[in-house]
C-alpha cells in the first residue's frame, strides 16, 4: 500500500490543523493506521492509531482530548484532526499502515510509511 500525508502548514498557537492520510495500491480497510511525529532533533514518536474497522483508537499522553484520529475507508484516507495546538506539536507528521501492526504504538510495528508533512504551530 502507498500512503500519501498531506494537510500539514504553520497555524498559531491554539489553532487547528486536519491531516489526511491517503492510501492507494490495497484495499485499505484491512490496514490499521498510525500516526507519528518527529521533531527536529528527536526521535520519532507516537501520536495516535485507529484499527482497520475504525472502532479503536489509541493516543499517546500528549494529544489526548485534542487530537482524533477517524477514518473513510471508503475513501481510503484516515484524518488527524488537530486541535489546540501548541508550539510542543511542531514536527514532521507520518502516517503508517500494516494489516497487523507488530505494536500499535511503536515505529518499528508498520511497513508501510508516507513522506511526512510539516505542522508549525508558532507562538
Known amino acids: 500500500v502507498q500512503l500519501q500525508a498531506s494537510g500539514g502548514g504553520l497555524v498559531q498557537a491554539g489553532g487547528s490543523l486536519r491531516l489526511s492520510c491517503a492510501a492507494s495500491?490495497?484495499?485499505?480497510?484491512?490496514?490499521?493506521v498510525g500516526w507519528f511525529r518527529q521533531a527536529p532533533g528527536k526521535e520519532r514518536e507516537f501520536v495516535g492509531a485507529?484499527?482497520?474497522?475504525?472502532?479503536?483508537?489509541h493516543y499517546a499522553d500528549s494529544v489526548k482530548g485534542r487530537f482524533t484520529i477517524s477514518r473513510d475507508n471508503a475513501l481510503n484516507t484516515v484524518y488527524l484532526q488537530m486541535n489546540s495546538l501548541n508550539p510542543e506539536d511542531t514536527a514532521v507528521y507520518y502516517c503508517?499502515?500494516?494489516?497487523?501492526?507488530?505494536?500499535?504504538?511503536?515505529?518499528?510495528?508498520?511497513?508501510?510509511w508516507g513522506q511526512g508533512t510539516q505542522v508549525t504551530v508558532s507562538s
Open positions: 503508517a499502515a500494516d494489516t497487523q501492526p507488530r505494536s500499535a504504538f511503536q515505529v518499528t510495528g508498520y511497513d508501510y
Open positions: 485507529i484499527s482497520w474497522g475504525g472502532g479503536c483508537t
Open positions: 495500491g490495497r484495499t485499505f480497510s484491512n490496514y490499521a
